[in-house]
DNA sequence: GGAGGGGGCTCCGTTACGTCA
DNA sequence: AGTGACGTAACGGAGCCCCCT
């Protein structure tokens, strides 16, 4: 049963996008570029435990297409290829990219694998070093001390970034839900202090000049009866 | 020197599996 | 035993950069 949907798995994937792109009228942006390449790479080729020369694939049943159909389409044609070119694989390129535990060796593209509590730590130690793996050297070597294949360990970096940024930004949250209770505590509290400014000193306009004046400069003009500071007198 | 292909990497969103309550 | 929630390994797509031709 597991095996069966790997190998759907497998070849939905080599159909799919060879199909999309053979389908295409020539026109296929760089990223699509780069995903087909990167499917054939990592997909068709890492499965080559695949062993059944012709499984109809899930997505030619999902479109209606019978087993006689599927062999005498143009895609067969290209499916098989792709197998081959799976089955071709170096010994070399298979060793580094075989699991390597002890609990798998049926080349399942989609079993899940636990990683082990010394793998997890040592993945930690080294994200908490670096966050990337620069040279394509490290995720090697690291993959090849963890018996991971290199695929698993970047997986476990890009995962690990995206769990990090996960909880930065629910702390970046946090912060900013604090902030806005913060100040709206202050806004409360100085709109109440307004109101109760206002309630016991009602307000009013600035009095006039002369009455911000000290009393005692103040004279009154004997010819012109006006109220005056006394420094025009002299 | 510029264009285009190829390889490698990252990020993001999603899927699917394993575990646990 | 069944199930839903959750954590996380794995995948696919897209974009960027660098190197080579």
């Known amino acids: 049963m597991v095996e069966e949907a790997v190998l759907d798995d497998a070849c939905n994937t080599v159909l799919v996008l060879r199909l999309g792109s053979a389908g295409d009228t020539g026109s296929i942006s760089s990223g699509h570029r780069d995903a087909l390449r990167r499917k054939d790479s990592s997909s068709v080729k890492s499965e080559s435990s695949v062993s059944n020369p012709m499984v109809l694939p899930q997505s030619f049943l999902s479109l209606g297409l019978s087993d006689k159909e599927f062999r005498q389409s143009p895609a067969a044609a290209i499916f098989t290829e792709a197998k081959k070119e799976a089955e071709a694989e170096s010994e070399e390129t298979e060793k580094i990219w075989s699991r390597g535990s002890d609990e798998d060796d049926e080349g399942s593209s989609r079993k899940k694998l636990r990683l082990t509590k010394e793998q997890s730590a040592l993945l930690e130690e080294r994200f908490k070093e670096n966050s990337t793996l620069n040279p394509q050297k ?12 290199p695929r698993q360990v970047e997986v476990w970096f890009q995962n690990r970034r995206a769990r990090t940024k996960l909880k930065q930004t629910e702390v970046d949250c946090e912060f900013l839900r604090r902030w806005c209770e913060t100040l709206t505590d202050d806004n409360r509290r100085l709109q109440r202090e307004l109101q109760d400014l206002k309630a016991v000193k009602p307000f009013s306009a600035p009095p006039p000049l002369y009455m911000q004046l000290p009393p005692a400069i103040l004279k009154v003009c004997p010819s012109c009866q006006r109220a005056t500071d006394g420094s025009a007198e002299q």
């Open 138 to 149: 490290q995720k090697l070597a690291l993959a090849k001390q963890l018996k991971l294949r």
